[in-house]
């Protein structure tokens, strides 16, 4: 089981950044760095291309709705070329909150477009003259709708490879039968291991039976909060991740369109997330972070003792889980990196 890190996207970036040579030689085998309404995932990413070594980095994620497909290829197939080959490309849809709120274009057809650029981005790395005639993407655009001028081009570079892996962040039923058909990995939010099959079983096999045999196994990244140790206060710490979820589950989209709160509500959480937007939507989000269940924060975590930790391991493993994705949450920096270590330990 690989080993990643989620940079945070709210601040200490280049204090993150300072470590992770020792997360590296801890074991660590992969960085994500987020694009919210932040600072911009790309200049990041290629500043930890120049800081590491042997680290792979992923966006994790890049929308789909804010650079062209062609644009998306480019600047995949750069980051590949300057961290000599160790880039992963992390997209998704996001959410209208996102891509409307903060961009200003129309949030439609998320399955669609997403089938479509991946299209375009395998095309693009492996040097053909780019040809696309989809519902969202015209390449080149059609006479009617430009100047008659556009012809199919290559890309200049050659990539350093011409099939960069593809990661899907998808939580919906249909977006991860998708992901499972067309990714070389997916990276779903809030994964409770316990509840995958259940959740999200159907829509994988329906996407697996279409699969093509060349892009592997399907690698499943799940996220966690960290902390490793008979001494860890689990209430305390499962507790920093209230107000994330409260924002996710209460405030990331309208009643009725909260992909987020959906998802809690197939965990089981029907109640208790109908509470949270109310109380997030109303302006009380304090109160909605009080509200999110404790039991799903620790179902979400890797949070107390080693023994326990161990147990949560087999878990993803057998939800099938083959990158854990971590975020070291000790108030201790250098706990923090033996908690990362000792995770290593009892993935391998």
């Not at 644009?71 to 300057?82: H, I, K, S």
């Not at 981005?121 to 492996?126: A, I, K, L, S």
Request: glycine letters at 10%; charged letters at 25%; one cysteine or more.
């Amino acid at each position: 089981m690989r080993i990643g890190l989620m940079l945070s996207y709210s601040g200490g970036f280049k204090e993150t950044v300072d470590v992770l040579g020792d997360y590296e030689k801890a074991g660590l085998d992969i960085v994500f760095v987020p694009e919210a309404y932040s600072y911009d995932a790309i200049s990041q990413l290629g500043f930890i291309a120049a800081r590491t070594e042997r680290l792979e980095i992923a966006s994790g994620i890049v929308q789909i709705y804010t650079r062209t497909p062609s644009l998306t290829a480019m600047t995949a197939a750069g980051l590949d070329y300057v961290s000599d080959g160790r880039f992963t490309l992390g997209i998704g849809a996001s959410g209208p909150q996102v891509i409307e709120g903060f961009h200003g274009v129309p949030y439609d057809a998320p399955l669609a477009r997403t089938r479509e650029i991946v299209d375009i981005c395998r095309q693009v790395w492996r040097r053909e003259k780019v040809v696309h005639d989809g519902a969202h993407y015209q390449i080149p655009l059609p006479a009617d709708r430009g100047t008659g001028l556009g012809k199919p081009l290559k890309l200049i570079n050659r990539p350093v490879r011409d099939r960069i892996p593809i990661v899907l962040a998808a939580i919906g039923p249909k977006n991860v039968a998708l992901t499972a058909e067309l990714a070389e990995g997916w990276l779903p939010i809030f994964f409770h291991p316990d509840k995958a099959h259940e959740v999200w079983g159907p829509s994988l096999a329906e996407g697996s039976a279409l699969r093509d045999p060349a892009l592997g196994p399907l690698d499943i990244v799940a996220q966690a909060p960290l902390a490793i140790g008979e001494d860890v206060d689990v209430d305390e710490l499962i507790d920093l991740a209230r107000p994330q979820l409260a924002l996710y589950i209460g405030g990331m989209g309208a009643r009725g369109k909260n992909f987020y709160n959906n998802l809690a509500r197939r965990y089981g959480y029907e109640a208790e997330a109908a509470k949270i937007q109310d109380l997030y939507l109303s302006g009380r989000k304090e109160e909605a972070a009080a509200a999110v269940p404790a039991d799903l924060l620790r179902n979400i975590s890797l949070i107390g003792p080693a023994s326990y930790i161990a147990e949560r391991v087999a878990a993803y493993r057998a939800a099938g889980v083959t990158t854990l994705k971590v975020n070291p949450v000790s108030p201790d920096p250098a706990r923090r990196l033996a908690d990362l270590e000792q995770l290593k330990a009892l993935a391998s």
